[in-house]
């Protein structure tokens, strides 16, 4: 694990604290004594195998599940998210793996779906400014706002699914695997758009099995593995560091191609003068 005094301490404001939160159904046990912080202008990757417990917890933020045990803080405050309408209202925004867009409406009424301007008179110019604007502060790529989702690439529509959170100001957003299935040009897009979050000053939560999109845009990284927290890496952290930390395995592929390249090193070193 990388040491944590080799990297610049977070300046931004503690947007979010957990301490401790278990979540059981019945007897199983999702989350066990989970701890994490996040702050303003920070990206948290969260990474772990499938069934460590990365979906439960993000569910727990988003107001779907609530904890069997331990504390919510944000910022500053003891919170309850008891549904997902009060994790909103404060502040809390989740764009979800699906994304839930009507694919046949265009890309304000997506936006705006149940937060419509003047909903008994649509104000459709003020809806489309705004629209526009929230774009424009993402430097979206897309060509109109007046065209469907449906005719949309899979980078597009999840920037409109980030403009859409970012529609009531949230302090955090969390992203659930936001370029899986993207291409190579799509996920470098998707991936510009979540240092522009960032850079925007929120704090931002990204799940993702994507190591190299990880490194890409996280100021750490958190591993869960069985529903317990299992280290706090960097981007420089190695490949065969996160793969023995998400799976337990110290012995797998990723330590062996490493192993066999050192010796390799060592062998080419050895044989010069």
């Given at each position: 694990m990388?040491?944590a005094?080799?990297?610049?301490?977070?300046?931004?404001?503690?947007?979010?604290?957990l301490?401790?939160v278990?979540?059981?159904?019945?007897?199983?046990?999702?989350?066990?004594?989970?701890?994490?912080?996040?702050h303003?202008?920070?990206?948290?990757?969260?990474?772990?195998?499938?069934?460590?417990?990365?979906?439960?917890?993000?569910?727990?933020?988003?107001?779907?599940?609530?904890?069997?045990?331990?504390?919510?803080?944000?910022?500053?405050?003891?919170?309850?998210?008891?549904?997902?309408?009060?994790?909103?209202?404060?502040?809390?925004a989740?764009?979800?793996?699906?994304?839930?867009?009507?694919?046949?409406?265009?890309?304000?009424?997506?936006?705006?779906?149940?937060?419509?301007l003047?909903?008994?008179?649509?104000?459709?110019?003020?809806m489309?400014?705004?629209?526009w604007?929230?774009?424009?502060?993402?430097?979206?790529?897309i060509?109109?706002?007046?065209?469907?989702?449906?005719?949309?690439?899979?980078?597009?529509?999840?920037t409109?699914?980030?403009?859409?959170?970012?529609?009531?100001?949230?302090?955090?957003?969390?992203?659930?695997?936001?370029?899986?299935?993207?291409?190579v040009?799509q996920?470098?897009?998707?991936?510009?758009?979540?240092?522009?979050?960032?850079?925007?000053?929120?704090?931002?939560?990204?799940?993702?099995?994507?190591?190299?999109?990880?490194?890409?845009?996280?100021?750490?990284?958190?591993?869960?593995?069985?529903?317990?927290n299992?280290?706090?890496?960097?981007?420089?952290t190695?490949?065969?560091?996160?793969?023995?930390?998400i799976?337990?395995?110290?012995?797998?592929?990723?330590?062996?191609?490493?192993?066999?390249?050192?010796?390799?090193?060592?062998?080419?070193?050895?044989?010069?003068?």
């Amino acid at each position: 694990m990388s040491d944590a005094s080799d990297h610049r301490a977070p300046s931004g404001e503690l947007v979010l604290s957990l301490k401790g939160v278990s979540k059981h159904f019945g007897a199983v046990s999702a989350l066990t004594d989970i701890n994490l912080d996040v702050h303003a202008g920070e990206v948290v990757a969260l990474v772990g195998d499938n069934g460590a417990g990365k979906s439960t917890l993000v569910k727990v933020l988003a107001g779907v599940h609530q904890p069997s045990a331990g504390t919510i803080t944000f910022r500053g405050k003891q919170v309850t998210l008891s549904d997902p309408a009060t994790a909103l209202d404060l502040g809390i925004a989740t764009v979800f793996q699906d994304l839930a867009l009507c694919e046949n409406l265009d890309v304000v009424a997506n936006i705006f779906l149940g937060r419509e301007l003047s909903p008994l008179k649509l104000d459709e110019t003020a809806m489309e400014v705004r629209a526009w604007t929230l774009l424009n502060e993402l430097a979206a790529r897309i060509p109109s706002v007046r065209i469907p989702i449906a005719s949309l690439s899979g980078g597009q529509r999840q920037t409109v699914a980030i403009a859409r959170s970012l529609l009531l100001e949230p302090k955090l957003i969390m992203l659930d695997e936001p370029t899986a299935a993207l291409g190579v040009a799509q996920t470098a897009e998707v991936l510009n758009l979540i240092e522009r979050v960032r850079d925007k000053g929120l704090g931002v939560i990204m799940i993702s099995h994507n190591m190299e999109d990880v490194r890409a845009v996280a100021d750490r990284i958190v591993v869960l593995r069985l529903g317990r927290n299992n280290g706090i890496f960097y981007p420089d952290t190695s490949n065969q560091e996160l793969v023995s930390a998400i799976t337990g395995a110290t012995e797998n592929a990723v330590s062996r191609r490493a192993g066999r390249r050192q010796a390799q090193q060592e062998l080419r070193e050895g044989g010069q003068p």
